[in-house]
């Protein structure tokens, strides 16, 4: 069965910081990935999603990038928080090319102090 | 990707049936209607997806009238765990951009 890992699970970090998440899909091959953030009781917000290895697709450029290095990892990066980055992270992952069904990883919550 | 409308927020009781209705005037002949349900600090979770008719599984039915503009998912007597946000989407089936909207607040009272 498929497995979606993300961590850290919970992260506190000084603006102006580094900032890097990682998620991992087990038990599928190629699947389009996806980063969601979502403010303190709002929405979901795509910012990334990817199609293939190196294949990034940006919704919300800011201070945020994406990288793709394996089929099966999806890493979110800042060189520098800002406040305004705090929030609930979320990976995603689907079957590529069909079906809007997808599957969400536990999330990393981020509080940028 | 079309367009969703649902209400903000819906209160109801513990044992009732809830019906929550999604417009999406600018359907396409392509697009599916799916809707997830998402709790307190947890990703969302796929309940139930359509194209038209009605839609049936253990957890909830999704009715879709002719002419595919609205959607309502219902759900069969409720207790205080349904209480979570549900997102109504409608898109192609084979878009990779998948977007969510603001969803609907279900709040089950005792």
């Known amino acids: 069965s498929q497995t979606i890992h993300q961590w850290p699970a919970t992260l506190v970090q000084p603006v102006g910081s580094p900032l890097s998440l990682e998620c991992t899909v087990e038990g599928t091959s190629n699947p389009n990935l996806y980063w969601y953030r979502q403010a303190a009781g709002r929405g979901l917000q795509l910012l990334f999603y990817?199609?293939?290895?190196?294949?990034i697709s940006s919704e919300v450029p800011q201070n945020l990038s994406a990288s793709r290095p394996q089929d099966r990892q999806f890493i979110l990066s800042s060189k520098k928080l800002l406040l305004s980055d705090s929030g609930f992270y979320l990976c995603?992952?689907?079957?590529?090319?069909?079906?809007?069904?997808?599957?969400f990883g536990p999330g990393t919550r981020l509080t940028v102090t | 990707l079309a367009k969703t409308t649902q209400p903000i927020s819906m209160d109801s009781y513990e044992g009732q049936e809830v019906n929550i209705t999604c417009s999406h005037n600018n359907i396409a002949t392509n697009d599916y209607i799916t809707w997830y349900q998402q709790f307190p600090s947890q990703g969302p979770r796929f309940i139930i997806q359509g194209y038209k008719t009605k839609v049936t599984n253990e957890v909830a039915s999704l009715f879709i009238p002719a002419d595919r503009k609205s959607s309502t998912l219902s759900l069969p007597r409720v207790s205080l765990s349904d209480t979570a946000v549900y997102y109504c989407l409608v898109g192609d089936i084979g878009d990779d951009k998948i977007i969510f909207g603001k969803g609907t607040r279900l709040h089950i009272l005792p």
């Open positions: 990817s199609v293939g290895i190196g294949q």
């Open positions: 995603a992952w689907r079957t590529g090319g069909w079906g809007y069904e997808q599957y």
